[in-house]
């Protein structure tokens, strides 16, 4: 995704500049299927697969660089995106499918995304090709196993699970490792892996998908915790998200308290870049791209009291940006003083809207779950 400065930054670029295994670049750009012939790699796709495309399938992935592997693989059919970043800003339950999005694009302006209408656009292009399954023999997802993927997932499958699907096969194919980063040979190698979406998997994503979106966590504490076998990377991903609660500790999300924690190990002033690579080694499973991450370090570099100094490169780039870690930021990290009393909260994770100096719900790591104060 683009941040909001003068140089243009994707995830997808940050990755290959930094060496990093980053996600599909979960950019909202336009990413329908090319309508023009892509270079194919006829060798490497089994004869079962080449005989079979005059069948009509739709392949949806995450991002942009996994599309066009797909394409550049031979594999037969279009290719579609969706790829919103369900995992920050409002994601509201029991709203119709077009408020939703006007819902999600105003977000998505707002921090920096694109402009209103270019998002409103993109997600409605995105869902119109869902939504459009009639016109295909198959809809095969692709996705991965870290929290953005499996919340589009959830999200895509809770839509198919409302839905008579008639003659249409739904298939799926989830992996432990990231698509951005395989050839096309790879990636065509993936699909004698796909399987057929059953009806344990669309219930499970239908109740996750529902308890998401609510204003009260408990039910996706619940869930976690149950059976998530039909889905097996679903639990780790929604650790995650839960993660993101402040803490009981110091009221830092653990992305928050990774960057200070990064900033303390530096022991001096770093880079954007640099910071952004010790942030992403801390995590299991990486999933952020630059501009949620540049947006976290606004909020960290807010008043009244910031807990992170930025020096903007004179050049302009993000990367040049130089970090500091406060005193103030020395002493939320230390556990001495609680960021959430600080500075207040407002931020959405999923349908929970967090507002105030107190946070009525706070992830207690230590226990591992969710507390209400």
């Known amino acids: 995704m683009s941040t909001p400065t003068a140089k243009t930054l994707t995830a997808a670029e940050l990755m290959r500049q ?11 750009q336009a990413a329908e299927a090319s309508r023009a012939p892509s270079p194919r790699y006829e060798a490497s796709l089994p ?8 069948r009509r399938t739709l392949h949806v992935t995450n991002g942009d660089i996994a599309a066009e592997t797909i394409r550049l693989s031979g594999v037969p059919g279009e290719v579609s995106v969706t790829a919103d970043v369900l995992h920050e800003g409002p994601a509201p ?11 999600r694009a105003r977000y998505l302006a707002e921090s920096g995304y694109d402009d209103y209408e270019s998002c409103l656009a993109t997600l409605t292009r995105w869902d119109h ?28 499958l809770d839509l198919y699970a409302a839905r008579n ?10 992996v432990g490792e990231y698509l951005g980063e395989l050839n096309p040979q790879q990636m065509s190698a993936l699909l004698p892996r796909k399987q057929r979406v059953n009806q344990g998997q669309k219930l499970l994503a239908r109740d996750v998908w529902k308890a998401f979106c609510a204003p009260d966590p408990t039910a996706l504490e619940e869930l976690r915790r149950g059976d998530t076998s039909p889905l097996p990377y679903l639990s ?13 500790w110091n009221g830092l999300s653990r992305s928050e308290h990774q960057i200070l924690r990064a900033l303390a190990q530096a022991g001096e002033a770093a880079s954007f870049e640099d910071v952004f690579r010790a942030t992403q080694r801390m995590e299991e499973r990486i999933y952020m791209g630059d501009t949620s991450f540049h947006r ?15 020096e903007p490169a004179a050049n302009g780039s993000v990367r040049g940006t130089k970090v500091f ?16 009393q600080i500075r207040g909260v407002d931020r959405w994770l999923g349908g929970v809207h967090l507002q105030g100096r107190e946070a009525v719900w706070r992830w207690d790591t230590e226990a591992g779950h969710l507390v209400a104060r």
């Open 18 to 28: 930094l060496g990093f295994r980053f996600p599909a670049a979960p950019a909202l």
């Open 296 to 310: 976290i370090l606004r909020e960290l570099a807010s008043p009244p009291r910031p807990l992170v100094r930025l």
């Open 93 to 103: 339950g029991g709203v119709p499918p077009e408020r939703w999005r006007k819902i």
């Open 236 to 248: 780790g991903a929604l650790r995650r998200h839960l993660q993101e609660f402040p803490s009981v």
């Open 165 to 174: 699907l008639g003659a249409t096969e739904l298939s799926l194919i989830c």
């Open 325 to 340: 870690l406060t005193t103030g930021g020395r002493e939320v990290l230390e556990g001495k003083d609680d960021w959430i």
């Open 129 to 156: 090709t869902l939504e459009d399954y009639r016109s295909y023999d198959e809809v095969v997802l692709w996705f991965e196993h870290d929290l953005f993927d499996q919340l589009l997932l959830v999200r895509t």
């Open 47 to 54: 004869k079962a697969l080449r005989s079979s495309e005059q």
